[in-house]
């Protein structure tokens, strides 16, 4: 279990009592419209962190997730996942979400700066991949402020309600 302390905020292991806050910052418009699937309840949120709490014992996790804490306060967190993929060892995916409180203050570039840092040393990886609705354009941002390049479009890539989503990927690799 890892804890990356900054001056602005700390990133630190994800428990049962940051449940209200990721669940509400999954609840707004934006994040509903960003995200294929989000939370309907508390609980559902609570079943997700266990789980996320049981990889952390791991000797091969399949996902880190951490929470941002900023101002002593959990503000949202940002995970490394697909981790330990059989042949695809080398590389993660990383996701985040801010509780609307605290989004527009710089704090996901810098904890997705410290993530893609620590994620690189820690599992060796050669290549960390950011998806993103295209029109999403505040994680596409957060994404190309840290060196990670827009590698193409994937059109019509997802369903959802009938419509048909394009992803756009971005990636760093070493
Ligand atoms: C996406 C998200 C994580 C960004 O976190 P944040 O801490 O608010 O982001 P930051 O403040 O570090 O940076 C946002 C950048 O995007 C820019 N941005 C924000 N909205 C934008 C828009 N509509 N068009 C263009 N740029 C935009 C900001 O200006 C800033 O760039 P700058 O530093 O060059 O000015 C946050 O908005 C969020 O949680 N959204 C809902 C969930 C979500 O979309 N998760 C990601 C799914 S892939």
């Not at 419209?33 to 789980?51: C, L, S, W």
């Not at 989004?103 to 950011?130: D, H, M, N, P, Q």
Request: one cysteine or more.
């Amino acid at each position: 279990m890892t804890t990356i302390k900054t001056k602005d905020f700390i990133l630190r292991p994800i428990k049962l009592s940051d449940a209200k806050i990721f669940f509400e910052a999954e609840q707004d418009k934006e994040a509903k419209r960003n995200f294929m699937t989000t939370p309907e309840t508390i609980k559902q949120v609570e079943e997700d962190i266990k789980d996320e709490v049981s990889q952390y014992k791991k000797n091969k996790p399949t996902s880190e997730k951490f929470t941002i804490e900023f101002d002593k306060r959990c503000a949202g967190w940002i995970a490394i996942n697909q981790l330990n993929t059989p042949f695809l060892e080398h590389k993660a995916k990383i996701d985040f979400c801010l509780h609307p409180n605290f989004r527009g203050k710089g704090i996901v570039s810098k904890a997705l700066k410290e993530v893609t840092k620590y994620a690189f040393k820690k599992y060796k990886l050669k290549r960390i991949e950011g998806w993103c609705r295209t029109y999403n354009k505040a994680s596409q941002r957060v994404l190309e402020k840290n060196g990670y390049k827009l590698e193409g479009i994937l059109r019509k890539n997802k369903c959802k309600n009938g419509k048909y989503l394009d992803d756009a990927i971005w990636a760093i690799v070493k």
